[in-house]
């Protein structure tokens, strides 16, 4: 249980287009998702924390203009990169955690590699 | 600052030897604790957590974690590293301290010879 997918797993897109990255909870409700970027050899670093039905929680430094981050439902949230430039080229991954266990407690997608050429 | 360090960026240990991956946290109260397991190109797996309680854990693929509030440090262990164990390993700490969201190490990579 508590399965998590993304997608896609990997795009590579045009500099100045915009892409979208769909994290989903596949046999649970998740009120809250949480986004991450990894850049190569280095850690996972919270950009924003998405609650459904109200808007995201974006962290210091992070351009929530850049980075749309839209929770529909309890099984969806997306995160659109858009005008995307080679500097945002990076492994996204996503997370959810299931509302009885807390926050801390969250379950990690695949990911989504992105390359901007 | 929050912080939550993991001192060791790559270690390469034998197949078959005993393994330890250190991780310190930075901050008073009872943190809620976790370990997890990246291999290249893909998402993070759980190996273990640590809420309360016992403080010696046990995970998944035979690792174990024990937390020590004295020395703010919940280190991994496993007893025997197999060949398939070679991944990058990722301490992560939550607390209300921290907001609602986890605080991760910066990983260490793990390395095994045959």
């Known amino acids: 249980g508590a399965v998590v997918s993304q997608h896609p797993s990997w795009v590579i897109c045009k500099s100045g287009t915009s892409v979208k990255i769909e994290c989903r909870s596949l046999d649970f409700q998740a009120t809250t998702m949480f986004w991450y970027r990894q850049f190569p050899k280095q850690s996972l670093m919270l950009m924003a924390t998405?609650?459904?039905?109200?808007?995201?929680?974006?962290e210091q430094g992070v351009e929530k203009d850049k980075f749309l981050i839209n929770h529909a439902s309890l099984t969806l949230s997306t995160l659109t990169v858009t005008s995307a430039h080679p500097e945002d080229s990076s492994f996204y991954i996503c997370?959810?955690?299931?509302?009885?266990?807390?926050?801390?407690?969250?379950?990690f997608g695949p990911g989504t590699r992105l390359t901007v050429t | 600052a929050q912080s939550v360090t993991q001192p060791d960026i790559h270690i390469t240990v034998s197949e078959g030897a005993s393994l330890e991956l250190r991780c310190n946290y930075s901050y008073g109260a009872t943190p809620y604790l976790f370990w997890y397991v990246q291999s290249p190109g893909q998402g993070l797996q759980l190996l273990l957590k640590?809420?309360?309680?016992?403080?010696l854990v046990q995970g998944i693929k035979g690792f174990e974690a024990e937390f020590k509030r004295s020395q703010s440090s919940f280190n991994l262990r496993k007893p025997s590293v197999h060949w398939s164990d070679a991944a990058e390993y990722f301490c992560?700490?939550?607390?209300?301290?921290?907001?609602?969201?986890?605080?991760f190490g910066a990983g260490t990579i793990l390395r095994v010879k045959s």
């Open positions: 998405s609650n459904e039905g109200s808007k995201a929680t974006y």
């Open positions: 992560a700490v939550g607390a209300r301290e921290y907001g609602n969201k986890l605080v």
């Open positions: 640590y809420f309360s309680g016992d403080t």
């Open positions: 997370s959810a955690s299931i509302p009885r266990q807390g926050p801390y407690e969250q379950y």
